[in-house]
């Protein structure tokens, strides 16, 4: 805002600058030509005083009157012989005007108390003085000043507000940025955690054990934890690489009819298992451009969400159809709906929509790896939720 009101102040002061040379300059040309012309006529001659010089082009009229100053030896004589104001001959106030004037030394200068600038001319045998009024001109500067400021103040109280707004609006995602960070960094921690205290548990009872037949069984423990560590760490590097930029997709022509119906295959036993039966409805023969690793990676994520958080006894369901230039695939289960605000979180770091599901419910990871995995191959992953079901939404353009 300080950078602001300096643009305006020397904007401002430049216009008001210009403005008022341009107005002082009109009336120096007023002065020049009525000094010039030949306008003061004597009584005796019988001749008119000349029109007064127009200024603008006819539209506006400066007042002005013109004088000569004769000097015969020790008497002073003063003529007024021309312009637009009436009953100065023998006046006071022209008295005290020319007293004022011929005590300045210079050719040009103003007479602030009656609101004049004069001109001043030696022609040997007199002095020939023109006057013109100033009130026109300083009451257009005072005008000029008072609409600037009122422009200028309007003006940054409106850059003051479209400012905060813009600050806000820039740094909100910073804001957002950072409690990210610490959220992530407080889950990762949290989740690391677990599997490094059994893992140190088990190792601590294994040194310790002095029966055979146990620390088999903490091996095993050490093994699985171990395992779960390191898929939390390939989760975390996956995101990584995606907030670095770094590509590590190949992108080749894939059917994902026939990725979709491999992942549905593999997924059947485990839903069978699960008590939650896996029905599916592919069209067949969509190809579309990108990592057929990554987009069965996507496809597996939201199989095992629909089949781990649906309803007992309730079946799952996944189609993928053709719209337009584009590959629908969606993912459906029964389950309690998801509230709104919680359904705009699905896709961040580490987040369940409920918290009771415990440790073995997954990293929350899954979803946004697949909202990565989406926007590297410029589709779109979106979730719904209503009383009848949840539904994941992947659209992804087809090979032209």
Known sequence: MLLVTAVLAAVFISVYTSSQHSIRQASRDVLERVISEDSAISKSDGRQPSAPPEIGGGHVQLPYFTVEVWNVGSVQSVFV????YSNLEDSDALKEILSECLTQTG??????????????????FFLRIAFVDMSVEQETLKNLMASYL???????????????????????????AWARQRQFLSDASHELKTPLTVILSNAE????????????????????ESQRMKTLVEEMLTLARADNMVRTSV????NLSDVATDCALSFEPV????GKPLSYEITDGLTVIGDAEKLRQVISVLLDNAIKYGRDK????????????HACLQISNEC??????????????????????????GFGLGLPIASTIASEHRATLRAESDAASTRFLFTIPLKK
């Open 336 to 361: 309690d709906p998801i509230p709104q605000e919680q359904l705009n979180r699905l896709f961040e770091r580490f987040y369940r929509a409920d918290a009771s599901r415990g440790e073995k419910s």
């Open 271 to 274: 839903a069978f298992e699960a």
């Open 251 to 254: 992108y080749t022509e894939v």
């Open 107 to 124: 050719d040009s200068g103003t007479i602030s108390d009656y609101h004049l600038r004069y001109l001043r001319r030696d022609n040997g």
């Open 314 to 325: 309730r079946p799952v369901s996944l189609t993928l159809r053709r719209n337009e230039r």
């Open 150 to 176: 009122q422009i200028g103040l309007a003006a940054l109280v409106l850059l003051l507000g479209v400012s905060c707004l813009l600050a806000y609006w820039v740094t909100k995602p910073v804001e957002t």
């Open 81 to 84: 012989t021309g312009g637009t």
């Open 205 to 224: 009872l294994l040194e310790a054990a002095q029966l055979p037949e146990r620390p088999a069984r903490w091996v095993d423990n050490i093994g699985s």
